[in-house]
């Protein structure tokens, strides 16, 4: 029986015969997950996760996956193409899911099994764009102190370090603490962003080759931090700009599907169909709006570029030798900043400010609003626009099910991509993040916490440059509490209320994307084109 397989511009998967879908789900750390729906699976065979990759091997697609669980040994799923019946479950005892070595060493283990197969991988889990690498073994109170020499306080949710004697570390300017921030997630901590980027890295080194699309399938991955760190390890990448609802794998099926009743496809459309699905399984339950992207990964080298060329100009309107006005320019990149699009970070489910993850496209948008004279700003932004054309795949506008007197609306035409843009409005309450990102040469003479920084902020781009001097004169107050936010599942029990209240509704209120599709969606057709 014939496999369905992937059409590639790159070589060596142009040769590939079939198709190897990799899932890593860390859910080690998280009830809610592990025991998806509303704690009804109590063992793997009973999770949907496992039923839906039944599915998928049903149509021809080879399954490895690594499933992590909550008091649960970790296991290693194998799954053959039109054979799911000879699914296999094998104990890898308790791994540790936040290792580069961990997903390494399945991708290399799928390849072997699976060496003429094209590689697609599906990260599970928990997301939170940029995520710094951080040596926890370092993370002492010693070193966070720097030996006593100034302690921590929380003061309203915000940790604050101050001298022994009360007087601030730091008065003014950005928090480039030396050992970063001492409180940092105890819960659902997913890979890093360097860690996502190094896994790939070790798999390639050990004879992987590139994969044909990797799927984010979780929060906020929709990244410019991650997706140019990754940029090497893959064609194409799927991901979502803020919160993407957790279906446990509902829309894997009906991708392979597509696949096999299609007998080939690009790359480019396998990771369309990716978006595409993901939103036919929550659009038509209204309150689950999303964001979704497709990127090639190729194009994130002049995405950088871009982002660095338009640092470059706002650091020259910033610079006191070539600009008198100084404070109005602050003052103007405050504002489009505000009036950009901002992706939940305080989980207060209101997407503004001070949300610290920004859409890069609708910042460069908002920036064209105002007048930054000749310093090469507008030149900038409209450039960078192009560069992100054509990425946003589809966006909601709705009331999310956590909180419905919110609205999402997800139509800017110019969306692409979150960006880290710490303490947007300039209280001087920075994301615990902030540190680590800004910070990128360590003290020799301090233990180094963060051991490895991504290209993006080393090397590739001034954006941390223009963070710092954007910050220049502000108080530096404290840093807001580490967490990486619950994930927001798909509900299934949940009615909207009737008018004005109540528990269940006759009918949902009306949900668009900004296709102009209503529920329930229109069936997709091969094409890619929506």
Known sequence: MSLPKLLSRLPHIAEDDSVVLVVYAPFGSDDTLSHYPDDSSNTLEQHPLYQSLLKVAEHGVNVVALIDLVQSDTILVTMPAHRPEHARQVSRWKQDMSAPHTLAGLLHHAHLKHPTSSIVLALEGHGAGYLPEI????????????????????TNGASVPEFADGSPVLPMGCPTLPMGCPTLPVNHMPLSTWGIGDALARARAAGVPALAVIHFNNCFNMAVELLHTVRDGAEYATGYCNYNFFTSGEAYPNVFEALR?????????????????????????GNHPTIAGVVELSRMNDIAGHINTLSNALLSALDDHLEPDRAGMVARIRQAIID????????????????????????????????????????????????????????????????????????????????????????????????????????????????????????????????????????????????????????????????GGGDGGTKPPECKDDTGYTRPTPAKDVSGKA
Do not use: C
Not at 141 to 147: C, F, H, I, P, S
Not at 277 to 285: S, V
């Open 340 to 499: 950009a699009l901002n992706y939940d970070t305080d989980q207060n489910f209101l997407l503004d400010v001070p949300d610290q993850l920004t859409d890069l496209g609708s910042f460069a948008t908002h920036l064209l609003d105002h007048d930054f004279g000749t310093h090469g700003v507008k030149e900038a932004a409209m450039a960078l626009q192009g560069a992100l054309k054509g990425i946003k795949r589809y966006g909601d506008t709705d009331s999310p099910w956590m909180d419905l007197a919110q609205s999402w609306n997800f139509g800017e035409p110019t969306l692409a991509m979150n960006i880290f843009l710490p303490d947007p409005e300039l209280d001087g309450l920075w994301d615990w993040r902030s540190p680590y990102y800004l910070r990128v040469a360590p003290d020799p003479g301090l233990p180094n916490v963060q051991p490895h920084i991504i290209d993006f902020l080393l090397t590739e781009t001034n954006w941390r440059d223009f963070l710092i001097e954007y910050h220049r004169d502000v108080k530096f107050v404290g840093l807001l509490p580490a967490g990486i936010p619950s994930f927001p599942v798909y509900n299934a029990k949940f009615e909207p209320p009737r008018d």
């Open 261 to 285: 009743k299609a007998g080939s496809a690009t790359t480019e459309q396998l990771a369309l169909w990716f978006a595409d699905f993901n939103h036919d399984a929550l659009l038509p339950k």
């Open 135 to 154: 040596d926890r073994r370092l993370v002492t109170a010693m070193n966070v102190t720097e030996n006593g020499r100034f302690e921590w306080k929380v």
